[in-house]
């Protein structure tokens, strides 16, 4: 019997999917990454019968990145990024995605690829087909081998629909993307690693880790800097408005509109008051009755989605797209990234409709609009991408929780308002005369509800109150009088606003969009205030400054929609690759250069905003060259800077740093420090100089004294290491962080909590004869002690000595009993004696040691 192997885009499509093509029938066993499973059934394919296997990635399977040396920031002058070799590199590691397709896919006959239906999909199609290619009988790349699922919502009718009409993966959405993100790295990474580099070397104010470019990011955060601009720039204006009441006969007060609207000159304004102030009757002349309309919406896309759940739901908009992905995922809404909104001719809008029939919130509007026959929905937007976002099935507020159910019944919602009928209302404007001034005085009565019953937030609230009057009917004028008013500034941009420029300009796509909003807010570039109003910080109002200054083209919109303009020219195959890579990567090259060349115009923008490392902190440790106090710089990112030496120290990041026991580095003659994420977390000690100048070649850098490896200092693995870690390939090292001792491993996050209530706990020189792990000593306050027969001190290994077992963590404990066979190799103890270090300073340290 041939196999065919399937692949969705997230475990949950992929169980979901299994479900609908083997009518519930699949066996389902965990995949050998433990991230994904596989689903298994008999069916047939090509009038043969064939055993289907469906499995799932995580998103992405390669990500882009620069060949190994051009990511050392020290090393790399970034001008080389526009022209350095790429590669593709596994996106998550840890998941070994490329192995786990590898080992499905061996002895396939036939690939269907059920990734997600935009241009992202189509590229992660080729990640999959690249990585099963060796592993399957046929060539992937032939027709008759791989083969591309098209659907629009997780339902029976159209994934079985979807079955039927498999199609082939389009080679050029991919390649689309293929250069978008080659553009991105090579322009994001060339620019940010300068100006990082630039500025916090400068300043210790930034608050900022990174002070990142994007060719999408900064023309976002440039509309938010334009509205502050306007904000601070702006001079009120006073202005005089003439104000007239009327009463009705009946003592009904009508306050009268001016139509010259506005003065701006007090004298003339005046000139009016007096003209009329002694006339007490208001002449009818002109009474003028119209219907007006509120038209239903248009169907849903993605950028709408996103304005409303900004604006009317409080949610931002990359929060709001994950929630409509796992409503999507679950079958109960449709595709939620689109840009049409127009429904297709043949789309069952009466199918759709009468699902929502029994709800307890909008059955009784549904049944009423089927009874009396849908509206024709609006003739919207065709993009040739997607339906429109509609539900898929009824969902109640109890099954649906939190955020989840406030996007469905928007959903929901919006999709029956579309069917709905328009909401009418008569305008009635009647028009006095007072003098020689013209007055007029509007009232709104509701003539049809229509779309509004089911989308009430925007309904027409209470019928204003009109008069019945004829033309020359004459009522009472009074309270004569002239007001002061006063122009006002335009308020910060909304979240939603700022989806619409983006949108009108051509900024990302409706998938990146909410990326580049959240970007924006991550790098402190902006704040969200109050209606989630985008607020930028002054980081972020002299970047864009200074970008104007230098090349305002950097920070305008025009210069990304001509990228895309041509990134959709490769869509659709109008546009060669490599032609439209090549000339927008020498654009920006020159455009870089010259900004390197002219970075003096931002930072005097900065000197003025910002303050100098010299003056940045406070003194915490000395410094191993003179010997001075270095400052500590806890805005982000943490770092000491001596200034006397003019050099600066990198530090753990997220963390509390201080002296730790005012301990020297035999190495280099800095006082040592102790970072710590928490008291549930774990910490070591540090050299500063050693953190950013590894002095032993294996040693990277970034890391603490836990992983050095000198082969006599009390605070190295050496020294400190018990054994291996089963999790990774770093070493289970004691923590310093008495009195709650603990074992954490130098690479990654395991931690062992270790005799709770002792005194003192050391790493002995002597290994476990039995598992390798170097032995530990316990001692312990007699009244405290934890040890058998009331002993307040013992030597033994922690894994094998059963009376330990009750003082450990037990499910890490077992756990490291498998590495603990590494213990001694783990610690490397001796095979790093002879290695010498690299650095210079550290080399002179170490000759006198």
């Excluded at 007072?434 to 229509?450: I, R």
């Excluded at 405290?784 to 330990?804: G, K």
Aim: aromatic share 8%; glycine share 6%; proline share 5%.
């Amino acid at each position: 019997m041939k196999s065919a192997l399937m692949v969705a885009e997230k475990p949950s499509l992929a169980q979901n999917l299994a479900n609908i093509l083997s009518n519930g029938k699949c066996n389902t066993n965990k995949g050998s990454n433990s991230a994904c499973a596989i689903h298994e059934w008999n069916g047939t394919f090509k009038n043969e019968p064939v055993r289907f296997k469906m499995t799932s990635v995580c998103g992405h399977v390669m990500s882009l990145d620069f060949t190994g040396k051009y990511n050392n920031w020290d090393k790399v002058d970034p001008i080389e990024l526009f022209s350095c070799p790429t590669e593709k590199k596994e996106a998550m590691p840890r998941l070994r995605m490329p192995a786990f397709l590898a080992q499905e896919a061996r002895g396939c006959d036939y690939l269907i690829l059920w990734l997600d239906c935009d241009k992202e999909g189509e590229n992660i199609c080729f990640e999959v087909m690249s990585c099963v290619q060796p592993y399957m009988k046929g060539d992937v790349y032939s027709p008759q081998v791989t083969y591309r699922a098209r659907f629009s919502a997780i339902t029976d009718k159209d994934i079985k629909a979807a079955m039927l009409n498999l199609i082939r993966p389009n080679e050029n959405e991919s390649r689309s993307v293929d250069a978008r993100q080659e553009l991105d790295l090579r322009i994001g990474c060339a620019f940010t690693r300068f100006q990082t580099k630039y500025f916090q070397g400068r300043y210790g104010d930034l608050d900022a880790s990174l002070i990142s470019y994007g060719p999408c990011q900064t023309p976002t955060l440039g509309f938010c800097v334009q509205r502050h601009d306007e904000i601070q720039t702006f001079k009120p204006e006073t202005y005089w408005v003439l104000r007239v009441t009327a009463s009705t006969s009946e003592g009904r007060e009508l306050p009268l509109e001016w139509k010259r609207v506005r003065s701006f000159e007090k004298d003339i304004a005046n000139m009016f008051l007096a003209g009329i102030k002694e006339i007490k009757e208001a002449t009818v002349i002109n009474i003028q009755a119209k219907e007006k309309v509120k038209p239903r919406p248009a169907a849903l896309n993605t950028v709408e989605l996103m304005r409303v759940a900004s604006a009317g739901l409080g949610m931002g908009p990359h929060h709001a797209m994950q929630v409509a992905e796992r409503l999507y995922t679950q079958g109960y809404i449709s595709y939620p990234r689109t840009e049409t909104t127009s429904y297709p001719e043949n789309y069952d809008l009466i199918g759709m409709l009468r699902q929502q029939q029994n709800s307890s919130k909008w059955g009784s509007d549904v049944r009423a609009i089927i009874a009396n026959g849908i509206n024709k929905p609006k003739k919207g937007h065709d993009a040739g991408d997607h339906p429109p976002i509609t539900p898929m099935k009824p969902a109640s507020e109890s099954e649906l929780e939190g955020d989840m159910w406030r996007i469905y019944d928007y959903v929901t919602r919006h999709f029956i308002a579309t069917l709905s009928r328009d909401c009418k209302y008569l305008s009635t404007t009647i028009t006095f005369q007072v003098g020689s001034e013209t007055f007029t005085y509007t009232g709104n009565t509701l003539v049809d509800a229509g779309y509004t019953e089911i989308m009430h937030w925007q309904a027409f609230g209470k019928d204003e109150f009109v008069p019945v009057l004829n033309v020359d009917d004459i009522l009472r004028a009074h309270d004569h009088r002239l007001v002061e008013c006063q122009t006002s500034p335009p308020d910060y941009l909304t979240e939603s606003e700022v989806i619409t420029l983006m949108e009108k300009h051509g900024i990302g796509t409706d998938a990146s969009i909410p990326v580049h909003i959240n970007n924006i807010c991550q790098r402190n570039y902006v704040n969200v205030g109050s209606g989630r109003r985008l607020v930028p910080t002054s980081l972020g109002v002299v970047l864009v400054h200074g970008y104007q200054k230098i090349d305002p083209e950097l920070v305008l919109p025009t210069m990304r929609s001509a990228v895309e303009e041509q990134l959709n020219l490769i869509a659709v195959g109008r546009a060669d690759f490599h032609a439209v890579l090549a000339h927008t990567t020498e654009i920006f090259r020159r455009k870089f250069q010259y900004f390197v060349r002219s970075i003096e115009a931002m930072d005097q923008l900065f000197e003025v905003s910002f303050s100098s490392l010299k003056t940045s902190g406070k003194a915490l440790s000395r410094c191993g060259k003179c010997r001075r106090y270095m400052r500590y710089i806890q805005a982000k990112p943490a770092r000491l800077h001596c200034s006397h030496c003019d050099d600066t120290y990198a530090l753990p990041q997220n963390g509390t740093v201080r002296i730790y026991r005012e301990l020297k580095c035999p190495l280099d003659d800095f006082e040592l420090l102790s970072w710590s994420s928490g008291s549930k977390g774990k910490s070591f000690p540090l050299c500063p100089y050693c953190y950013n100048h590894p002095p032993f070649r294996d040693m990277k850098k970034g890391f603490g004294c836990n992983s050095c490896t000198h082969p006599t200092c009390p605070y190295g693995v050496n020294s400190t290491g018990v054994s291996g870690c089963v999790e990774c390939d770093g070493v289970l090292v004691l923590d310093p962080s008495a009195p709650k001792w603990k074992l954490a491993c130098n690479r990654c996050d395991v931690i062992i909590n270790i005799f709770e209530d002792a005194s003192r706990v050391a790493v002995c020189e002597t290994a476990c004869s039995a598992c390798g792990a170097q032995l530990v000593s316990v001692e312990y306050r007699a009244e405290r002690t934890r040890l058998p027969a009331a002993l307040t001190d013992m030597t033994a290994c922690l894994y094998c000595e059963p009376s330990f077992s009750a003082l450990v963590e037990k499910h890490r404990a077992v756990s490291s009993r498998g590495g603990g066979a590494r213990g001694r190799g783990g610690r490397a103890r001796g095979k790093h004696r002879n290695k010498q270090p690299k650095d210079k300073m550290a080399q002179l340290a170490a000759y006198f040691v």
